[in-house]
């Protein structure tokens, strides 16, 4: 028999509000916020410091075996990511970190590497887990699969406000223009190309607000794992 999940997964672009959409929702429905790119940003970091191309698949594979990468969830349900006992959180939150993230998500070896420590979590807990391949790859047995989406003029639009809220002095152009060469890198990849499940239900945020959504998002768990949750 096939292995269930009480997951809720959320694939989609970056910007598309993934993680602050994933947060409030396993925040209302009891679960925990898995965010998956940060485990990417993690591996990204040990290759910058390890001052290796992350392009390069020979050098981040044999770089794999040394890394200790672990994440927990404080009482605030706030996902912090340690690279071997250090704590790694704020640092992985750079514009160059999501470079490098994409760059070595793309490597076979290192999804391999990464697959079953995210499994592993939805074994265990309730889980929203957001990332690129969540409902594709890693857990396709989730009870529930959404694809968020947004424009990629306004998916810029809300980084470029984080960002600036950080005192990155980014500008749109610049952000738009990494945003779109993202995309393309993560959806033209060989390895788990970013695309929404064949079960997915596409919520397009472009003309919704965070808490629009939210609500909906909400609304879709409650059907799917019965009236307490998301309640
Ligand atoms: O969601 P994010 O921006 O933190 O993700 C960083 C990069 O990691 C992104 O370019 C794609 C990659 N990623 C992935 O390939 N698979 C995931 N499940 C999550 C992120």
Known sequence: MKEQFCAVAIDGPSGA???????????????????????????????????????DE?????????????????????????????????LIRSPEMSMYASAVSAIPAVRAFLLDMQRQTARTHKVVMDG?????????QA???????????????????????????????QVLADMVQRDEQDSTRAAAPLKAAEDAVLVDTSDMTRDETVEHICALVRDRFGPEAGA
């Open 132 to 140: 690129r391949d969540i409902g594709t790859v890693v857990l396709p």
């Open 58 to 90: 020979a050098a981040v594979a044999a770089l794999l075996p040394e890394l200790d990468i672990r994440f927990d969830h404080g009482p605030d349900g706030i996902q912090r990511m340690f690279l071997n006992g250090e704590d790694v959180s704020g």
């Open 143 to 173: 009870g529930l699969k959404i694809f968020l989406t947004a424009s990629p003029e306004a998916r810029a639009r809300r980084r470029l406000l984080e960002l600036n809220a950080k005192g990155d002095p980014s500008t749109f152009d």
């Open 17 to 55: 509000g993934k993680s602050t959409v994933a947060r409030a929702v396993a925040a209302r429905c009891g679960f925990i916020y898995v965010d998956t790119g940060a485990i990417y940003r993690t591996v990204g970091l040990a290759v910058r410091r390890a001052e290796k191309d992350p392009h």
